[in-house]
Nanobody
């Protein structure tokens, strides 16, 4: 199993970023996928989850209405579109596959003026 995140960076408050997570080593279409984040000094928290069929997504209350998770079966990739970013969204964002309990290496998102 391999998960490779990309797309993090520095953005001003109110800006947008799209994170990507390329998956390999398992049958991507068969399993749900998740995004987590961990801010300095805080526990890792679930941000969003998408089912294997992509028909259902769930979000943390703190990101509802601002973040959208999606998946591309042709590219074996999940995405996290993040809009209206706030300084409190600053964290390392991780891709995770619950079925295999496997984490990506993480990508840093910093929201600051």
């Amino acid at each position: 199993v391999q998960l490779v995140e990309s797309g993090g960076g520095l953005v001003q408050p109110g800006g947008s970023l799209r994170l990507s997570c390329a998956a390999s080593g398992f049958t991507f279409s068969s399993y749900g996928m998740s995004w987590y984040r961990q801010a300095p000094g805080k526990e890792r928290e679930l941000v969003a989850h998408i089912t294997s069929a992509g028909g259902s997504t769930t979000y943390a209350d703190s990101v509802k209405g601002r973040f959208t998770m999606s998946r591309d079966y042709a590219k074996n990739t999940v995405y996290l579109q993040m809009n209206s970013l706030k300084p409190e969204d600053t964290a390392v964002y991780y891709c995770y596959t619950p079925r295999f309990n496997f984490w990506g290496q993480g990508t840093q998102v910093t929201v600051s003026s």
